[in-house]
């Protein structure tokens, strides 16, 4: 059974202090590992799709590596703004049927940045 | 691009009725859509893939005669709440799947708040 795991389950910040939000997964054949911001009362936001290990990605302030078993969404001087929920969840490989493309997620990061 | 729209936003209902929610793909076609619940403070948990012209898969636990999903089209997929109970009540969320690069991506729908009384 896949498993996603995202620490710190909760994170509050000083503006323009980096950090770091882990995601660890279990996935047999990884075809895709996924991070999304969610704001409260609405659906989740694509941010990123990472593949292989060793890729990255950066849009603005927030940078998405990979590893072989952990992807990192790295935050550079945040500001309140980036206050959100961020969800990391993973796809296998194509398993057949009609579930193909489903996604497990894990439970999130609930990241305050204080002004 | 890949803008998913759900209607309503927002829905009230007795209990014992029924409740339509309709996702709608408005810039691109989806071959396949998924439909999520998610409970306070809780992530998304999947209910059911539904592919265009096809019978939905649901997720083990979901109750099919309950959650009636129909997929008419590329860009619509409709999931129905029958005879609805207040432990129905959450957030309903869809998404469609869009083929980039190497492999499927989902755009979420901003999501449908159920409340049954």
């Known amino acids: 059974e896949d498993q996603v795991t995202q620490s710190p389950e909760a994170l509050r910040l000083q503006e323009g202090e980096s950090s770091s939000l882990n995601c660890s997964y279990t996935?047999?054949?990884?075809?895709?590992l996924f991070w999304y911001r969610q704001d409260p009362g609405k659906g989740p936001e694509f941010l990123f799709t990472?593949?292989?290990a060793g890729e990255e990605k950066e849009k603005e302030r927030l940078k998405a590596t990979l590893t072989k078993k952990e992807s990192f969404l790295h935050i550079t001087a945040p500001k309140p703004e980036d206050s959100a929920t961020y969800l990391c969840?993973?796809?296998?490989?194509?398993?057949?049927?009609?579930?193909?493309?489903?996604?497990?997620f894990g439970q999130g990061t609930i990241l305050t940045v204080h002004p | 691009g890949a803008v998913v729209s759900q209607h309503p936003s927002r829905v009230i209902c007795k209990s014992g009725t029924s409740v339509k929610i309709e996702c709608r793909s408005l810039?691109?076609?989806?071959?396949?859509m998924f439909w999520y619940r998610q409970f306070p403070k809780q992530s998304l948990m999947l209910m059911a893939t539904s592919n265009e012209g096809s019978k939905a898969t649901y997720e083990q636990g979901v109750e099919k005669d309950k959650f009636l999903i129909n997929h008419a089209s590329l860009t619509l997929s409709t999931l129905t709440v029958t005879s609805a109970h207040p432990e129905d009540s959450s957030f309903y969320i869809c998404?469609?799947?869009?083929?980039?690069?190497?492999?499927?991506?989902?755009?979420f729908g901003p999501g449908t708040r159920l409340t049954v009384l």
């Open positions: 969840a993973v796809q296998r490989g194509f398993a057949g049927g009609t579930s193909y493309g489903k996604l497990t």
């Open positions: 996935v047999s054949g990884l075809r895709g």
């Open positions: 998404s469609a799947s869009l083929w980039l690069i190497h492999t499927d991506t989902q755009y």
């Open positions: 810039d691109f076609q989806a071959t396949t």
């Open positions: 990472l593949y292989s």
